[in-house]
Structures are given as structure tokens and as C-alpha cells.
């Protein structure tokens, strides 16, 4: 064998290694068959990169393949995924391409979500893309409006602060010192009183029992005497008051209009006239009867006859023996 034929196959076998090397590190098997290729389209791949496993229900099935923009106008901006498939699994072309995070070491890779209603996904189709948000990924993104709102909350604070200070001066300052000094003698001063209370109700224990004692008998007392006042029918007995109340002003209104004996007696003029002048007639026979009693009972063996009545002498209360 010539030297040229030598140089010459030992060349081929440098560019088939270096061919299957290459393949091998872009996790290419070159003795295989050819692969079924798909698409996938993302706004965000979230750190997939090319040569990123892909897998099925676990089980690595191929390799993503190339990573570039997409050329559609209309989704300018998108990343294309193209990957290929060693395995001859068939699914509908409504799976889901969805990336995942490989381990807590970083990385990613392409898992497909396999479904199988409607038509079996051929070489060169479309699949749905998702996103699965790893651990530290789901915690930015939880923490990252909490964050915002945390900083807009720090800038309000740290300018109430600038403001606050510069609104209280020394003087300010030390006045509003002094108030809280003086607050936190009036909390210890209401503890004090408050101590003192619970030693006086300490002190007086027995005797705030007995007290309340009497209290419950002076309630039970009440309760027992509004209970005997329902008993006694006491609408009954007021209705019979108003009733009786009631005669007493008709029987005043007959006398007030002169109605009845009553009536006639306190409203006649005439019948006080006449009674006035029977009482003075009878306060005169009295008179006349203590000042001159031999006119009503005279006894004389000689037949003397008392003297007549006199009018000025009894008005005088003089007898007139006199």
C-alpha cells in the first residue's frame, strides 16, 4: 500500500470521527435512521438550548435540534424549537411540547405531554408549546410584584421620614419627648391606682361577698313582690280606682250644675239664706234661754210673771233680772 493511499485513509477516518464526534456531542446517533422532526413555537424558552433532551413520560425519545427567531412578520420576536424524534412513538398533533426544568443545577429540557385524539403527528408539524416555572423561577415571579410594591412602600415611608423630620424641630422634638415622658408617667400612676384597687377589693373581699349577697336576696325580694303584684289582678284594682274616680267627678258635676240635694244645697242662695238665719235665730233662743231661763220654766206660788222678752239686752248677753 502506497504511502498516498495511507495519508488518504487514515484522512477519511479523521473527518468520519470528526463527524461522529460532532454528532455525538450535539447527542446525534448517525447509525440510526432518520429522525421525525417538529416544531414548536415560544415567546420565552426559559434557558432550553440546543442538544436539550427530550422526553416522554419520562423517556429520553430525542434532542432538540436547532433554536432559532422565528421568520414570521406577524410573530416577530418568537423563538422557533425544532427537534427531533428517534423513537417511533406516535402521538396526535395536539400534544404539548412543554420545558422543564432538568434538576436544581440548571438547565432545561423538552418533555412531551402525549395526546392522542385526532391526527397522528407527522414529521414536520406543529406542536403547543408550554413552560413548567421551576422552584426559583415561580418564586421570582411570586416575589417580583411583592417587590415592586415593597419598594413603592419603602420610597412613601422613607418620604414621610424626610418630611417628619422636617416638620419637627429641636424644639418640636424635645415637646414631643417630654409628652411621652409624661405618657409614661400617667401609665405607671394608672398602674399604681390600678394595684390599689385590687388590694382594696383584696382587703374588702368578704365584705363585696356579703354585699353581693344582700343584693341577690334584694333582687329575688323585688322579683317576688312584682310577682305578687301580678297576682293580685293590679289592673283590676286600678280599673275599679278609675271607676270610682269616675262617679266622684259626676257626682261633683251634678253638685257644681245644682243637680240633687247636694247640688240644690250648694248652689241655692236662698236655702244658705234661710239656713243662715234659722242658725242665728237658734244662737239667739239659745242665749235667751241661758240668760233668762225663768221665761221657759217659771214655778211662783204668788203668780209672778217673768219678764218679757228683751231684744237689747240679749244682744248685750245681759239678764234681765238685772
Known sequence: MSKELKTGIITLLIIALGIWGYNFLKRQDVFKGSARHFFVEYDNINGLSEASIVTINGLQVGKVDQITFNTNPEKKGSLLVKFSLQNNFEFSNKSIAKI????????????????????????GDYLVGEIKSDLFSAVGEKFNPIQSKLENVLVHVDSLVVGFNQTLNKEARNSLNRSILGFEGTVYNLNK????????????????????DN????????????????????GKTIK?????????????LGMKEGKGTLGKLVSDDKLYTNLANATKEMEELLREM????KRFVHFSLFGKKPKPYNEENNKKNVSNDK
Not at 422543564?100 to 414529521?123: F, R
Not at 390599689?196 to 361577698?209: M, R
Not at 241661758?290 to 231661763?293: A, D, V
Open 215 to 234: 343584693t341577690k336576696k334584694i333582687t329575688e325580694n323585688v322579683s317576688k313582690i312584682t310577682e305578687d303584684l301580678a297576682k293580685a289582678e293590679l
Open 290 to 293: 241661758k240668760l233668762n231661763p
Open 193 to 212: 391606682t390600678m394595684r390599689s384597687i385590687n388590694k382594696l377589693l383584696e382587703d374588702n373581699k368578704v365584705k363585696v361577698g356579703v354585699t353581693l
Open 240 to 252: 275599679k280606682l278609675e271607676n270610682t274616680i269616675d262617679n266622684a267627678n259626676g257626682l261633683l
Open 100 to 123: 422543564y426544568p432538568a434538576g436544581l443545577m440548571g438547565g432545561q429540557n423538552l418533555a412531551i405531554i402525549p395526546d392522542y385524539t385526532g391526527e397522528m403527528a407527522v414529521s
